[in-house]
């Protein structure tokens, strides 16, 4: 099923890409030692290419692997064009010092990913409702996270209501919505990242846009986007309007 998401959007990915990683790409089962407890992931390749990016998928029962509502949002963020071509640029990009290439700032990486799942109209996916359906709901979830994880660590929000919260916005169930909750508690304002850094890129895209008219070329966006790795966002913006200033 993922095979088949990554090769519909294949010529759309050339239009929206001039530059993609070398490092190779697979998609693997997860290993049955932790397939029970493991989630769909990506698993990053070496900078030598020795290694491939790997999009792991567990699979406990084949016969019983059904699609779900979420597979091309979830191929968009974790695999192609998200954290493989993300991660895999950086690395292979020799002219930064190490500690860039391997190195990584929350809201530009997990940002970049949930600006992919945007990408899916432009990719040719969602065209089937169902998976319209569940990108919409991975977005509402990350918007849901902004609303939680701030009220929990301002002290506005117990345990019990940001669980309830959830549960009340969004087709999640308690099991799932204690444990995002948890997560949120374990780790403060890391969920926060993906939103704000999606935001950023949407909003210097649709400004470049306006801005350049005609001179405004997506696939250079993208590029420079990639370009020279994570960084704060701060430094980012700085960065995208010194480009946006050379294409006028």
Same mark, same amino acid.
């Given at each position: ?15 929206? /890409? ?6 190779? /790409? ?189 001179? /405004? ?32």
């Amino acid at each position: 099923a993922f095979d088949q998401i990554h090769k519909r959007m294949e010529s759309n990915l050339k239009k929206m /890409f001039n530059h993609v990683p070398k490092t190779p /790409f697979e998609i693997r089962q997860t290993e049955a030692f932790r397939a029970a407890s493991a989630s769909a992931e990506y698993n990053q390749g070496s900078a030598d290419g020795s290694r491939p990016g790997i999009f792991y998928v567990p699979i406990l029962d084949a016969k019983t692997f059904n699609t779900t509502s979420g597979m091309e949002s979830l191929f968009l963020h974790e695999a192609i064009p998200g954290h493989h071509y993300q991660i895999s640029l950086t690395q292979e990009n020799t002219s930064l010092p190490k500690f860039r290439r391997f190195g990584g700032d929350n809201a530009y990486v997990e940002g970049w990913a949930l600006y992919c799942e945007s990408l899916g109209k432009e990719l040719g996916l969602y065209t089937d409702p169902y998976q319209y359906m569940g990108a919409l709901g991975d977005e509402m979830h990350r918007a849901i996270r902004l609303v939680v994880d701030v009220g929990i660590h301002t002290k506005n929000m117990t345990r019990e209501q940001a669980i309830k919260y959830m549960m009340d916005n969004e087709a999640i169930s308690e099991q799932g919505a204690t444990a995002e909750i948890e997560r949120y508690m374990g780790i403060p304002a890391q969920a926060l990242g993906y939103k704000i850094g999606a935001l950023k890129i949407r909003e210097l895209r649709t400004k470049y846009e306006k801005e350049l008219g005609n001179k /405004f070329n997506l696939a250079e966006f993208h590029d420079q986007v990639l370009k020279d790795g994570s960084m704060p966002l701060a430094v980012f913006e700085k960065k995208m309007d010194s480009w946006a200033a050379t294409q006028k």
